[in-house]
């Protein structure tokens, strides 16, 4: 028995934000039934691009149900399933559910306890009509100028807004069903692409608010630590390292032999190394650059100093922490092949979480689905 093994889940989303909230409590063992318009199903399924893997990421551990909902039969079943159901989720446009005849209202009458997930571009307010896109919320929200250069604003390297709405849509709905347990009844609740990439901007907007300053982008920020960048090895091989403290300083330059760096004035705290940045960043390289990586790799790991390869995506297939314990789930891919690919990144006592269930081929499940839901053969 897992954590959601009890729930019921009806998902009508495509893309990224609603399918990666399902995805979430999918993996925490609640039965989530992906609703596919008939005939063609979710549209995410035939992207291509940096798009191309979207399906079958965010759909893991779900069952696919193919309707016609525009049908009255259609619409039978899609009713039949919410009776019988806990949490229904959507990402459609403003106003599709409520064309569907499957809106918040026309859901409670159906069944009360049922907990309605909206995820959209805005909150409630004068922009919640809009279309939103997690790039477009991104320039909106500050977050693109702070991930680019000055002038040149660029978006983040992953989908984070959208992974962020529906991981903040997977917390609403676990508050709701707790509240639900109070009184019996399901309620809606809502998450959002503005109000999520606002969220990350947030630590930059306090920092503006402390120091009266505009902070600049990240590529170009003010130091908040005397040593957090990237250096060259002795092979070649590129190392980030992080010195946050007093005591990893003092680390660093013992595992080093560079004593004499802990007597000068210049870098006797870290509020000191931050101003000396220009003087201090050459020092470092010059030391980095006398190691190989798998040296320093040795030495920082055995000192508790923060350090890091600079890796790209496809390095993680391989990765020995994550291949470890399982972190990295096999999957199928739309041609049959299968791939390694990280599940939600929580560990709870006594769960084995993870994938139970492939992501779905079209329709996969329809006819399972429909049995138990005591319709008959040829419906």
């Known amino acids: 028995m897992l954590p959601l093994s009890d729930l019921r889940v009806v998902e009508f989303c495509h893309t990224i934000m609603g399918p990666s909230c399902g995805f979430v409590l999918a993996e925490l063992g609640a039965d989530v039934i992906k609703v596919e318009?008939?005939?063609?199903?979710?549209?995410?399924?035939?992207?291509?691009?940096?798009?191309?893997?979207?399906?079958?990421?965010?759909?893991?551990?779900?069952r696919s149900l193919l309707v016609d909902l525009k049908s009255e039969r259609g619409k039978d079943v899609v009713q039949r399933l919410l009776e019988r159901s806990d949490v229904l989720v959507e990402n459609y446009g403003?106003?599709?559910?409520?064309?569907?005849?499957?809106?918040?209202?026309?859901?409670?009458?159906?069944?009360?306890?049922?907990v309605y997930c909206r995820l959209k571009g805005f909150l409630r307010g004068p922009f919640e009509r809009r279309p939103a896109l997690d790039e477009v919320v991104q320039y909106m929200s500050g977050l693109a100028y702070m991930t680019g250069f000055p002038n040149q604003p660029i978006r983040a390297g992953s989908s984070i807004v959208d992974l962020m709405g529906g991981v903040f849509g997977a917390v609403g709905i676990l508050a709701a069903l707790r509240e639900r347990a109070r009184t019996g009844r399901g309620q809606t609740v809502?998450?959002?692409?503005?109000?999520?990439?606002?969220?990350?901007?947030?630590?930059?907007?306090?920092?503006?608010a402390v120091t009266g300053t505009p902070p600049p982008p990240m590529t170009v920020r003010y130091p908040a630590w005397g040593i957090y960048e990237t250096f060259e090895t002795a092979d070649g091989t590129p190392m980030f390292l992080g010195i946050t403290s007093d005591q990893q300083w003092d680390r660093f330059c013992r595992a080093m032999e560079r004593e004499d760096l802990l007597a000068d004035p210049d870098f006797r705290d870290n509020n000191a190394r931050c101003a000396a940045k220009e003087?201090?960043?050459?020092?470092?390289?010059?030391?980095?650059?006398?190691?190989?990586?798998?040296?320093?790799?040795?030495?920082?790991?055995?000192?508790?100093?923060?350090?890091?390869p600079v890796a790209k995506p496809g390095d993680l297939f391989d990765d020995p922490h994550l291949n470890a314990h399982g972190w990295l789930e096999e999957t199928r891919l739309p041609d049959g092949r299968t791939t390694?690919?990280?599940?939600?990144?929580?560990?709870?006592?006594?769960?084995?979480?993870?994938?139970?269930?492939?992501?779905?081929?079209?329709?996969?499940?329809?006819?399972?689905?429909?049995?138990?839901?005591?319709?008959?053969?040829?419906?």
Do not use: W, Y
């Not at 403003?94 to 049922?114: H, K, S, Y």
């Not at 040795?298 to 350090?307: G, H, K, L, Q, Y």
């Open 279 to 308: 003087k201090l960043s050459p020092i470092v390289a010059g030391i980095m650059k006398q190691h190989r990586f798998e040296e320093l790799a040795e030495t920082f790991e055995r000192e508790n100093i923060p350090f890091s």
């Open 37 to 62: 318009a008939a005939p063609g199903g979710d549209r995410t399924r035939d992207l291509v691009g940096f798009a191309a893997g979207f399906f079958p990421c965010f759909n893991r551990g779900k």
């Open 190 to 208: 809502k998450a959002s692409l503005f109000e999520s990439a606002a969220f990350l901007v947030a630590q930059h907007m306090a920092a503006q």
């Open 94 to 114: 403003p106003g599709t559910m409520e064309r569907l005849g499957f809106g918040e209202e026309a859901v409670a009458a159906i069944n009360p306890r049922v």
């Open 340 to 379: 390694k690919l990280p599940g939600i990144p929580l560990e709870m006592d006594g769960h084995a979480l993870g994938n139970r269930r492939q992501p779905p081929q079209l329709g996969e499940q329809t006819e399972e689905i429909l049995q138990e839901l005591g319709f008959g053969a040829g419906f």
